[in-house]
């Protein structure tokens, strides 16, 4: 039987190369403890030979298996449901991983038994690191998995103590430029449906309308929803058997201001004459719904990006800023 088409070996690369397994093994597996022009003689012998590494021999000389796990706290149902804010982080964490050569293994539960699993899976090394997004109330497993010498970043400021490096966006400062601007075109009963109070962007778009309100003096009316289309609508029509003559509401995700415009235009409140509109993200929706919403732009895909960014640098072993925040900017349109 002919052996020309055997897959080439890391001896024939060496002996092509005139230097000794080992220096292949080390120029392969990314050493830096190789001078250049040796390292130049191995990668021509492999490309001359089209030498493949075995991935299961090298993972076994560099402790790396090139994947990392996201994990999102929730459903699949809610996952794949119509918000945008999940494809997009997804969307940003796969862009950065693809340029780096690295594999996304995706994890979604919202149970117990679903946090013991993806535990067991992470600290058997399967995965490099682990990055959590839309995490809910004081969550143990980011914090245990890093003491566990885990590589972990989050999304968000982790509600309690934490040593976690996480990255966010500016929630308080977006929403306090939404509620300025509510306020400098004339608005005085400006309302809010709050995200929910597990999630740290629940609580800071919430206390950026408070803290923008009191230097005004107006009173806080509040509705709290989930983020979903459903919420919003119910919880504006909330807010309006507490303040019949309320005249704006800033709403904590553009999800929810979609449904609130529902309740408004049902209950036949124009928009923006009766009732002005603010809300927060700039998803798609907000460019399409009538009127084109006033919101608060805040860069998702740039989120997954740097949460990326940040987990790469920690596994590489460099040091990583334990807090990044990124900017949020308000976008007025038509409701508004």
Do not use: C, W
């Not at 560099?62 to 796990?69: M, W």
């Not at 998995?145 to 999304?155: D, F, I, Q």
């Not at 608060?296 to 334990?322: C, F, K, W």
């Amino acid at each position: 039987m002919s052996q020309a088409h055997e897959r080439p070996t890391l001896e024939a690369v060496a002996r092509l190369a005139g230097v000794s397994r080992a220096t292949v093994s080390r120029v392969v597996n990314g050493s830096p403890k190789v001078a250049e022009p040796i390292r130049s003689a191995v990668r021509r012998a492999v490309e001359e030979l089209g030498y493949i590494p075995n991935a299961a021999a090298r993972s076994l000389v560099t402790q790396r298996t090139d994947s990392i796990a996201l994990v999102l706290p929730e459903s699949a149902s809610r996952v794949f449901s119509d918000d945008p804010f999940f494809p997009s982080i997804i969307h940003g964490v796969s862009q950065e991983l693809d340029a780096a050569d690295k594999q996304l293994v995706l994890m979604m539960t919202n149970t117990v038994a679903g946090y013991e699993r993806v535990e067991r899976y992470t600290t058997a090394r399967h995965v490099d690191g682990v990055l959590f997004a839309s995490t809910h109330g004081v969550d143990p497993l980011p914090g245990q998995l890093s003491r566990l010498g885990v590589p972990v970043v989050v999304t968000g400021r982790p509600l309690g103590r934490s040593t976690v490096p996480y990255v966010d966006v500016d929630h308080v400062g977006g929403v306090r430029a939404a509620v300025r601007h509510l306020l400098e075109t004339g608005h005085s009963r400006i309302a809010t449906i709050a995200g929910p109070q597990d999630m740290v962007a629940g609580i800071d778009r919430l206390a950026g309308y408070r803290a923008e309100l009191h230097g005004s003096d107006r009173r806080s009316i509040v509705a709290v929803g989930d983020f979903t289309r459903e919420s919003g609508a119910t919880a504006m029509r909330q807010l309006l058997e507490d303040d019949p003559l309320l005249d704006a509401v800033f709403v904590a995700s553009d999800l929810m201001a979609h449904g609130a415009i529902t309740t408004l235009r049902e209950l036949g409140r124009r928009i923006p004459d009766d009732v002005a509109v603010v809300g927060f993200d700039d998803f798609d929706i907000s460019r399409y719904t009538d009127p084109p919403l006033t919101t608060v732009r805040q860069p998702i895909l740039e989120l997954g990006r740097e949460l990326a960014r940040q987990l790469l640098r920690v596994i590489a072993g460099e040091d990583v800023d334990q807090a990044v925040v990124l900017p949020t900017e308000l976008v007025v349109r038509a409701s508004a």
